[in-house]
């Protein structure tokens, strides 16, 4: 499927509102709960040399307020206090800002692990060693298809070509490298080609998730943005990519949106402790910063209801445990789910998965309909589940429109083709009680 020219309706790279200051804190009192963050996903600058169909920020140009680089390496201390462990660089194009690298080697000398992610478009050989003699050990570089797929999402012609030569540059330098892939509706029959080309350029991990109704995606849904019942397809695919890797030695590793609870969970995530997905992470084992000091549970969630605070304000120790956003899925319950995963079996260890993309969908979490289980427990009902966008997004930064949520019968035709390529025996029809009914939104469980 090509893509058609992307709407022009709103700017490619608009300029981000400033940063969301002097927030409520709970008061000091407040019980301390003992969590403390794994990771911290620090976004350096939304400045970025891409203009990616898919980039949920917006990214491309800078905020008006990022941190100085005092302001920067002060927070790297307070990380530091916080007992992070890992920092993984992020942007836009975290290269893109002067000091980088300067933060890169005050992350390694407190003590913490530091990585990078990027698109690799100006990640010469020269960056490339000057990010190893930095003290950066892991770079995951993104590719999203092969070569047309990949420089029609990403924006720019030769970026795939970029990408491949900033994983040779990067090997050559030293640095450990990984890559990470989106998976939607343009690239999903090309994942496995994907794997081939990452193996052969000697990634020793790869990273994939969903692609998500945010920012850029929520502009055009329709050419991007999978439908809820195609996890019929992603899962079982993931998981045989998933065997041929560890044949390999190529790790693949499942985002937090990739899921859940379904017969190829436990290869997925079996050497988790647990052998499985846990609830989502955000505010619990991560952290999200935006380059103006913006605190949130995860980097992916939607700024204006997910910023607990903004260092300038406050410690980050502080907006750590004392931060109603960052908290959510610390004090949430069962109770806060709505929908089919409201009444799932799985309810209480799963918690609806991810939050980013549950919210970015209706605007609060909590029923997440990107779920294996969920797809084929409606797919033995002869139901399936599609998003239909209703509010356009502003075109701001992380920002999100609004979907509904509709549950109708497989059209006539594809019902058996899913359930024979699944390895069920078709149906004759879907069920009696379900006969003839008309797409409707989804209804099932919501307050």
């Given at each position: 499927?090509?893509?058609?020219?992307?709407?022009?309706?709103?700017?490619?790279?608009?300029?981000?509102?400033?940063?969301?200051?002097?927030?409520?804190?709970?008061?000091?009192?407040?019980?301390?709960?003992?969590?403390?963050?794994?990771?911290?996903?620090?976004?350096?600058?939304?400045?970025?040399?891409?203009?990616?169909?898919?980039?949920?920020?917006?990214?491309?140009?800078?905020?008006?307020?990022?941190?100085?680089?005092?302001?920067?390496?002060?927070?790297?201390?307070?990380?530091?206090?916080?007992?992070?462990?890992?920092?993984?660089?992020?942007?836009?194009?975290?290269?893109?800002?002067?000091?980088?690298?300067?933060?890169?080697?005050?992350?390694?000398?407190?003590?913490?692990?530091?990585?990078?992610?990027?698109?690799?478009?100006?990640?010469?050989?020269?960056?490339?060693?000057?990010?190893?003699?930095?003290?950066?050990?892991?770079?995951?570089?993104?590719?999203?298809?092969?070569?047309?797929?990949?420089?029609?999402?990403?924006?720019?012609?030769?970026?795939?070509?970029?990408?491949?030569?900033?994983?040779?540059?990067?090997?050559?330098?030293?640095?450990?490298?990984?890559?990470?892939?989106?998976?939607?509706?343009?690239?999903?029959?090309?994942?496995?080609?994907?794997?081939?080309?990452?193996?052969?350029?000697?990634?020793?991990?790869?990273?994939?998730?969903?692609?998500?109704?945010?920012?850029?995606?929520?502009?055009?849904?329709?050419?991007?943005?999978?439908?809820?019942?195609?996890?019929?397809?992603?899962?079982?695919?993931?998981?045989?990519?998933?065997r041929r890797g560890d044949a390999v030695g190529l790790r693949l590793f499942a985002g937090n949106n990739i899921g859940y609870f379904g017969p190829h969970e436990g290869t997925l995530r079996g050497s988790y402790p647990a052998g499985h997905m846990?609830?989502?992470?955000?505010?619990?084992?991560?952290?999200?910063?935006?380059?103006?000091?913006?605190?949130?549970?995860?980097?992916?969630?939607?700024?204006?209801?997910?910023?607990?605070?903004?260092?300038?304000?406050?410690?980050?120790?502080?907006?750590?445990?004392?931060?109603?956003?960052?908290?959510?899925?610390?004090?949430?319950?069962?109770?806060?789910?709505?929908?089919?995963?409201?009444?799932?079996?799985?309810?209480?260890?799963?918690?609806?998965?991810?939050?980013?993309?549950?919210?970015?969908?209706?605007?609060?979490?909590?029923?997440?309909?990107?779920?294996?289980?969920?797809?084929?427990?409606?797919?033995?009902?002869?139901?399936?589940?599609?998003?239909?966008?209703?509010?356009?997004?502003?075109?701001?930064?992380?920002?999100?429109?609004?979907?509904?949520?509709?549950?109708?019968?497989?059209?006539?035709?594809?019902?058996?083709?899913?359930?024979?390529?699944?390895?069920?025996?078709?149906?004759?029809?879907?069920?009696?009680?379900?006969?003839?009914?008309?797409?409707?939104?989804?209804?099932?469980?919501?307050?």
């Amino acid at each position: 499927m090509g893509l058609v020219p992307r709407p022009r309706a709103l700017p490619i790279a608009p300029l981000a509102e400033p940063a969301r200051r002097r927030l409520p804190l709970a008061g000091p009192s407040r019980q301390k709960d003992g969590c403390r963050p794994i990771y911290a996903v620090w976004e350096l600058t939304l400045r970025c040399d891409l203009a990616c169909r898919h980039c949920g920020s917006r990214a491309g140009r800078a905020r008006p307020d990022e941190l100085d680089t005092a302001q920067a390496l002060d927070l790297v201390r307070q990380m530091a206090e916080l007992e992070v462990t890992e920092v993984i660089l992020i942007g836009g194009e975290a290269y893109l800002r002067d000091d980088w690298l300067e933060i890169a080697r005050a992350i390694v000398a407190h003590g913490m692990e530091c990585n990078l992610t990027t698109g690799g478009r100006g990640m010469t050989p020269e960056r490339a060693r000057a990010a190893k003699a930095a003290g950066i050990r892991n770079v995951s570089v993104s590719l999203d298809g092969l070569e047309a797929t990949h420089d029609a999402l990403r924006g720019v012609t030769g970026a795939y070509k970029s990408a491949l030569a900033a994983l040779a540059a990067l090997k050559e330098a030293g640095i450990a490298i990984t890559a990470n892939t989106q998976i939607g509706k343009q690239n999903l029959h090309e994942v496995p080609q994907v794997f081939e080309v990452l193996r052969a350029a000697g990634i020793h991990t790869w990273q994939v998730q969903l692609t998500v109704a945010m920012g850029r995606v929520a502009d055009e849904p329709e050419n991007l943005l999978l439908e809820p019942y195609q996890v019929l397809e992603v899962l079982p695919m993931l998981a045989e990519l998933k065997r041929r890797g560890d044949a390999v030695g190529l790790r693949l590793f499942a985002g937090n949106n990739i899921g859940y609870f379904g017969p190829h969970e436990g290869t997925l995530r079996g050497s988790y402790p647990a052998g499985h997905m846990y609830s989502c992470g955000a505010g619990r084992t991560t952290l999200g910063i935006e380059a103006n000091g913006d605190i949130k549970g995860c980097p992916s969630l939607p700024t204006r209801d997910w910023v607990g605070g903004n260092v300038r304000d406050h410690s980050l120790k502080e907006i750590w445990e004392q931060s109603a956003p960052l908290r959510y899925t610390r004090d949430r319950s069962v109770e806060d789910l709505w929908g089919f995963c409201r009444t799932c079996y799985y309810a209480d260890d799963c918690r609806a998965g991810c939050t980013w993309t549950a919210h970015t969908l209706f605007g609060r979490p909590g029923n997440n309909p990107y779920c294996h289980h969920r797809a084929l427990t409606l797919l033995e009902e002869g139901l399936r589940e599609r998003v239909v966008k209703r509010r356009d997004a502003g075109g701001q930064p992380f920002d999100f429109g609004e979907f509904e949520l509709v549950l109708e019968p497989w059209p006539a035709g594809e019902l058996d083709a899913a359930r024979t390529r699944l390895g069920r025996k078709p149906a004759e029809a879907p069920p009696t009680v379900r006969d003839g009914v008309e797409p409707r939104p989804e209804i099932r469980g919501t307050p």
